[in-house]
């Protein structure tokens, strides 16, 4: 193992990031640099290239795209507008009703379309403008809303369970999907309880109790986006079909409903659709194929080994273990986005953890749970910009209020590091 490779591969990542270079090709340039350094023989772009391209070249990742482009067409097509009508029948009455019409509405838009970006836009465009007429305090109702999107990146279909499915070198997508219902729900409830304390503190307004006869017509009217949960996780666990064969099934249930359901978008919508869906999915896949580039010669310079022993010389007690990893994955958070942080990552904590006997299924939800915090921390923060730049407010304006939703999401993250039966009961339940 070459230590200056190491060193030149950390410290020019480090400096490229630092200096506001984009991820994906801070991720490449460093690869390259180290390549360059000596730890092959060969062309160093002709090495990068091939990875990429290997890493790629996964049936697994075509999933993405379909569940991109179907987040895509929910967030046009009015889904988010009838999953927040059911959630304001439901719990508008509380105090601080509006918040925890937020979270619910982000959870249940997070089940459908698997996207943090798509639930901090659609429910957050929605929602802010609503809780600021009625007399919450926009950094308050902004921090909800970037949080609370978050918790659609555990509760399937996610995206970055695919990808972890893919580093972890072949975890079953479907227990992965299973799993991350109930650590979903606890994170959402921590958020509504830390919500509604605020609420109560602040002396936020309560709303009017609907009629049973509403309740029921909100519930049948967001019935078709609800059923989506059931056809893609059903018919995965059922095994009618692979979670690849469910994205495109799902591409096309979201169309029929956008488009001859809720009649949100027609025909002249779809071109402008169909480009966001590739804008996107080409940023995932380049920091997909990066990333895998990085992967491999983190992995040829032996540093996922290096760094098992650095932690086991720390303790061998399986909770301090969970505990500085969980630590490390919070400060890698902050700087790097889900995706490669999870391609990098896996590799070098899945062996010490199965060491333990952690299940990779558990270990893939608290990765996931742990990194979706980073989603919401400056400086890298995507659902952050993107939750700020909705409200219209600073990031500095959100900081405050944003403090005490994040213990939330600790103690929900620690409870799932530390009970394993919550990721884990479900996918055991149905077999696997």
């Known amino acids: 193992m070459g230590i200056w490779e190491i060193l030149i591969l950390v410290a020019s990542f480090i400096i490229l990031i630092a200096i506001g270079v984009p991820i994906a090709y801070s991720i490449g340039i460093s690869s390259i640099l180290t390549m360059l350094a000596g730890i092959l023989p060969i062309p160093a772009l002709t090495?990068?290239?091939?990875?990429?391209?290997?890493?790629?070249?996964?049936?697994?990742?075509?999933?993405?795209?379909?569940?991109?482009?179907?987040?895509?067409?929910?967030?046009?097509?009015?889904?988010?507008?009838?999953?927040?009508?059911?959630?304001?029948?439901?719990?508008?009455?509380?105090?601080?009703?509006?918040?925890?019409?937020?979270?619910?509405?982000?959870?249940?838009?997070?089940?459908?379309?698997g996207s943090a970006a798509a639930a901090a836009s659609g429910i957050g465009g929605f929602m802010i403008p609503r809780m600021k007429d009625e007399g919450y305090d926009k950094p308050f109702s902004a921090a909800v809303n970037i949080t609370s999107a978050t918790t659609g990146l555990v509760i399937p279909p996610s995206n970055i369970l695919i990808v972890y499915s893919l580093a972890s070198g072949g975890v079953s997508i479907?227990?992965?999907?299973?799993?991350?219902?109930?650590?979903?729900?606890?994170?959402?409830?921590?958020?509504?309880?830390?919500?509604?304390?605020?609420?109560?503190?602040?002396?936020?307004?309560?709303?009017?109790?609907?009629?049973?006869?509403?309740?029921v017509f909100r519930f049948l009217d967001a019935l078709p986006s609800l059923f989506m949960i059931v056809l893609v996780i059903g018919g995965i666990i059922a095994g009618i079909f692979t979670a690849t064969e469910a994205s495109a099934i799902a591409v096309i249930y979201t169309l029929i409903l956008s488009m001859v359901f809720y009649k949100k978008i027609s025909f002249s919508d779809?071109?402008?659709?169909?480009?966001?869906?590739?804008?996107t999915t080409s940023i995932v896949m380049l920091l997909i194929g990066a990333s895998m580039g990085m992967s491999w010669i983190m992995s040829y310079e032996q540093i996922p080994q290096t760094v098992s022993a650095a932690i086991l010389s720390v303790s061998h007690n399986e909770i301090i273990v969970l505990l500085l990893i969980n630590l490390i994955l919070l400060f890698v958070g902050m700087f790097m986005d889900m995706t490669p942080a999870v391609l990098i990552f896996t590799p070098i904590f899945l062996p010490i953890v199965t060491q333990f006997g952690i299940d990779p299924i558990q270990f893939g939800i608290i990765m996931v749970l742990n990194l979706c915090i980073g989603l919401c921390t400056p400086p890298v923060g995507s659902v952050l910009f993107i939750g700020c730049s909705v409200a219209e407010i600073r990031i500095e304006e959100v900081v405050k209020p944003l403090i005490p939703l994040f213990f939330a999401m600790i103690v929900a993250l620690m409870l799932v590091t530390y009970i394993p039966q919550l990721s884990l009961w479900l996918p055991h339940l149905f077999g696997f």
Not at 83 to 111: C, H, Q, R, T
Not at 192 to 207: C, H, R, S
Not at 270 to 279: A, D, G, M
């Open 174 to 215: 479907g227990a992965l999907f299973l799993a991350g219902y109930i650590p979903g729900i606890i994170a959402g409830l921590a958020l509504m309880t830390v919500a509604g304390i605020i609420a109560l503190k602040n002396d936020y307004p309560v709303g009017n109790r609907p009629s049973l006869k509403t309740m």
């Open 47 to 113: 090495t990068m290239a091939e990875r990429m391209a290997a890493g790629l070249n996964s049936f697994t990742l075509l999933a993405i795209p379909f569940f991109i482009l179907a987040g895509q067409l929910m967030n046009r097509g009015g889904v988010a507008t009838k999953l927040i009508d059911f959630a304001k029948s439901w719990v508008e009455m509380l105090p601080g009703g509006l918040a925890y019409v937020n979270i619910i509405a982000a959870m249940l838009f997070g089940a459908v379309s």
């Open 270 to 279: 779809l071109p402008e659709i169909l480009l966001e869906s590739v804008l």
